[in-house]
């Protein structure tokens, strides 16, 4: 998949999630009230480093100051917060990554389709956004390891959640968008099931609400943040996987550099795992995934 395709691909996303921000405010605002122990027993953390791979961090001699590139409007992984200053799980982790390695850091928002080209044009030092990591992007600029993927995932109604089965499949009505990665995947790894298309996520969300279909598959955050949500109506949890075959669903997102700048992209690899050894990605991600897509 080409950037453009893959900007388009978010951008579908976006409208998806575009006016879940109060909701998902008011969601973190109760999170935030529980102590992370509390949330800790029903969340899984994305395990996306070995913890025996040791990282060396570079030595960094510049003085400049780095300036991250994010949008605001793809919550809740970055979006603009109350007071106007953006803020999100990707955001807070550029910040927690610039604290790590003693940088001193800016954060600007910009509309999602300038951000590589305000890259390019030397307007910003790093790209910190859901810009999906593809072969095309990295012959372009440098990325860091995935900080986040884009799991797949099942949902069902409560009445058929407990005891799910992959084997079930075989003789469940599953929902889908059509046309999408996910609709692909189940048709090459899970012929047996009958697939129902929809031609959007409202129609197919609305489908398993109403006990239509016995399963949906689909994004797990969009899935994670309708479940969270009101919209569901408390009816459906999340079953089975994630699912993070790349060939299907990307390789996820990273911090996205000039391509000379390879010295500062080593650095935030080695800050990032840092942050996972210690704890401090899993605080962040609690944070802001009330109900969490892994």
Same mark, same amino acid.
């Given at each position: 998949?080409?950037?453009?395709?893959?900007?388009?691909?978010?951008?579908?996303?976006?409208?998806?999630?575009?006016?879940?921000? #109060?909701?998902?405010?008011?969601?973190? !605002?109760?999170? !935030?009230? $529980?102590?992370? %122990?509390?949330?800790? @027993?029903?969340?899984?953390?994305?395990?996306?480093?070995?913890?025996?791979?040791?990282?060396?961090?570079?030595?960094?001699?510049?003085?400049?100051?780095?300036?991250?590139?994010?949008?605001?409007?793809?919550?809740? $992984?970055?979006?603009?917060?109350?007071?106007?200053? %953006?803020?999100?799980?990707?955001?807070?982790?550029?910040?927690?990554?610039?604290?790590? $390695?003693?940088?001193?850091?800016?954060? @600007? #928002?910009?509309?999602?389709?300038?951000? $590589?080209?305000?890259?390019?044009?030397?307007?910003?030092?790093?790209?910190?956004?859901?810009?999906?990591?593809?072969?095309?992007?990295?012959?372009?600029?440098?990325?860091?390891?995935?900080?986040?993927?884009?799991?797949?995932?099942? #949902?069902?109604?409560?009445?058929?959640?407990?005891?799910?089965?992959?084997?079930?499949?075989?003789?469940?009505?599953?929902?889908?968008?059509?046309?999408?990665?996910?609709?692909?995947?189940?048709? *090459?790894?899970?012929?047996?099931? *009958?697939? @129902?298309?929809?031609?959007?996520?409202?129609? #197919?969300?609305? !489908?398993?609400?109403?006990?239509?279909?016995?399963?949906?598959?689909?994004?797990?955050?969009?899935?994670?943040?309708?479940?969270?949500?009101?919209?569901?109506?408390?009816?459906?949890?999340?079953?089975?996987? %994630?699912?993070?075959?790349?060939?299907?669903?990307?390789?996820?997102?990273?911090?996205?550099?000039?391509?000379?700048?390879?010295?500062?992209?080593?650095?935030?690899?080695?800050?990032?795992?840092?942050?996972?050894?210690?704890?401090?990605?899993?605080?962040?991600?609690?944070?802001?995934?009330?109900?969490?897509?892994?």
């Amino acid at each position: 998949m080409g950037v453009a395709a893959a900007f388009g691909r978010n951008r579908a996303l976006k409208s998806r999630l575009r006016g879940l921000s #109060a909701r998902i405010l008011a969601s973190l !605002a109760v999170v !935030a009230s $529980l102590s992370a %122990p509390a949330l800790a @027993q029903d969340a899984a953390i994305p395990n996306l480093w070995d913890p025996r791979a040791g990282i060396e961090r570079p030595e960094i001699t510049t003085g400049r100051t780095i300036r991250f590139l994010t949008d605001d409007e793809f919550p809740p $992984l970055h979006f603009a917060g109350p007071d106007g200053v %953006p803020t999100g799980f990707v955001v807070e982790l550029a910040r927690a990554v610039c604290e790590r $390695l003693s940088l001193t850091c800016t954060v @600007q #928002a910009r509309r999602f389709d300038t951000l $590589l080209p305000s890259l390019t044009e030397g307007r910003g030092d790093v790209v910190a956004a859901a810009v999906p990591i593809t072969a095309d992007l990295r012959k372009g600029f440098a990325v860091t390891r995935p900080l986040f993927r884009f799991p797949a995932r099942f #949902a069902a109604r409560r009445d058929r959640a407990a005891g799910f089965d992959m084997k079930a499949l075989g003789s469940a009505k599953v929902g889908v968008v059509a046309g999408t990665a996910h609709e692909a995947y189940l048709a *090459t790894l899970q012929p047996g099931a *009958t697939r @129902q298309p929809y031609p959007d996520a409202g129609e #197919a969300q609305a !489908a398993l609400r109403r006990g239509e279909v016995d399963y949906l598959f689909g994004d797990g955050l969009a899935l994670a943040l309708w479940v969270g949500g009101v919209a569901s109506e408390d009816c459906c949890a999340l079953v089975g996987g %994630p699912f993070l075959e790349s060939r299907f669903f990307g390789e996820g997102i990273g911090f996205v550099l000039r391509a000379d700048d390879d010295v500062l992209r080593r650095a935030l690899d080695a800050a990032l795992q840092r942050l996972s050894d210690d704890g401090k990605y899993a605080e962040l991600y609690l944070r802001f995934f009330p109900v969490g897509p892994f």
